[in-house]
């Protein structure tokens, strides 16, 4: 089976096909500068890169122009666009509607519409996405799969702020959590490592990239996360603040003289470990100027790594204790120093690093030392790949139940 998987931004596109059954990765690629000018760069898997600008005056043409790359003579990986057996999309805000993948048919269209108030941003570009692919292929099996349904087995007493009551039944304020099929993804690889049943592990896992979310996955399902009503929530980030004390938006409003829209977009682009440091929001900047003496690149660091220690003690009291802790993404799985100052001082919770087995990059490994009472580990995730099974399966049940 071969399953293409969509991301679509406003103004790009990643994809990646695959199979499923093999977690063969047969060429993935990113068109950039769509509706601009255009860029494409498209990495088969054994061959030559294709890396040039090609003109991408909107979606839908990004999308034929993937089409035709992956059947190139050259470039290609496929004869045909019939060996492509369905198309995974990601979708960033499912609400409460979506708990769950969904083969895409009108209505799941019309839910997905209905959450762009709750993410303006991201919800168009992922439908413009859905609708350029039905254009070019129509009739391919497509599925859904979202970037909050995984944290909708949240209890209310998780996902609810302690704001008026009607903000939430009337205007849908409430934590969604967001990373949820990384979440997903590196919370299964991790029990498949321990060979223990998820059933029975209780995980904190530590989403840390430029956004950075961790969540208590209990028993296999999402019971808490730091990400809330938007991915603003919860930790420090490369550029966003993070959790903050909410009076203080109104508070600096008045003192510096922004309006509302002005704030909202510092707190999101100018902000955490980059608004700290004035230096970077790359934690490799961050630790290169750090190493030179510069102290407000320390400070970042410090304070994430202090937010991030907080968090998974949060997370695992959430839980009744932890036994395992899953470092994953481009900090997590990166970076040994930040993975052990992160870990210091969690010993009281059975969770001992070995420093010999955290000095490596990218690779599934468990980092905690043999006597460790809980496991500590390193998963690189896999979104992709968690779609393209999601996809797999949601239309081979459709195919067997006659739905297609
Ligand atoms: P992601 O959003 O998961 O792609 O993560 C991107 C972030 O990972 C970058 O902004 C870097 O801050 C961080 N990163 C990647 N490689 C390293 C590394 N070797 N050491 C520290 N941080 C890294």
């Not at 103004?11 to 499923?20: A, G």
């Not at 890396?51 to 050259?74: G, S």
């Not at 006597?371 to 099974?389: F, K, Q, R, Y």
Request: aromatic share 6%.
């Amino acid at each position: 089976m071969k399953i293409l998987v969509i991301n679509a931004g406003s103004s790009s596109l990643k994809y990646q096909l695959l199979d499923p059954d093999t977690k063969e990765v047969l060429a993935k690629g990113l068109c950039e500068r769509i509706g601009i000018d255009g860029h494409l760069k498209h990495t088969p898997t054994g061959k030559d890169v294709f890396d040039a600008d090609v003109d991408l005056p909107d979606h839908e043409v990004a999308i034929q122009e993937v089409l035709n790359i992956l059947q190139h003579n050259h470039y290609g990986v496929i004869q045909s666009m019939d060996e492509i057996d369905a198309v995974g999309h990601r979708v960033v805000h499912g609400g409460e509607e979506f708990t769950h993948s969904v083969v895409i048919d009108r209505k799941v269209m019309k839910g997905i519409k209905e959450c762009i108030p709750l993410a303006p941003l991201h919800n168009p570009a992922n439908l413009v996405g859905i609708e350029a692919c039905q254009d070019v292929m129509p009739g391919k099996p497509m599925v859904a799969v979202f970037d909050t349904a995984f944290h909708q087995t949240m209890p209310p007493k998780a996902f609810i702020y302690a704001v008026p009551y009607r903000w939430y039944t009337e205007n849908k304020v409430r934590r969604y959590g967001f990373h949820g099929t990384s979440h997903q993804y590196v919370s299964q690889r991790a029990a498949e490592m321990l060979g223990r049943p998820i059933e029975e592990l209780r995980i904190v896992t530590c989403h840390l990239g430029n956004g950075a979310s961790t969540c208590s996955v209990k028993f296999g399902q999402s019971v808490d996360t730091s990400m809330g009503f938007t991915p603003q929530d919860g930790l420090p980030m490369g550029t966003r603040s993070g959790a903050i004390d909410a009076a203080i938006t109104e508070y600096i409003a008045d003192q510096r003289g922004y309006s509302g829209k002005r704030v909202e977009n510092v707190l999101n682009k100018e902000s955490g470990v980059l608004g700290i440091s004035g230096v970077s929001s790359d934690f490799r900047d961050l630790e290169a100027a750090a190493a030179e003496g510069n102290e407000r690149a320390q400070l970042a660091i410090d304070n994430f790594c202090y937010k991030v220690t907080k968090r998974i003690g949060s997370s695992a009291a959430a839980m009744g204790g932890v036994d395992a802790v899953v470092f994953t993404a481009g900090v997590g799985e990166n970076s040994a120093t930040l993975r052990a100052k992160i870990m210091e001082g969690l010993e009281f919770l059975g969770l001992k690093l070995d420093p010999e087995k955290n000095d490596v990059r990218g690779k599934e490994r468990i980092i905690s030392t043999d006597d460790s009472p809980n496991a500590i580990l390193l998963v690189p995730t896999n979104e992709e790949l968690m779609i393209a099974l999601d996809t797999a399966r949601l239309v081979r049940e459709a195919e067997l139940n006659g739905a297609l």
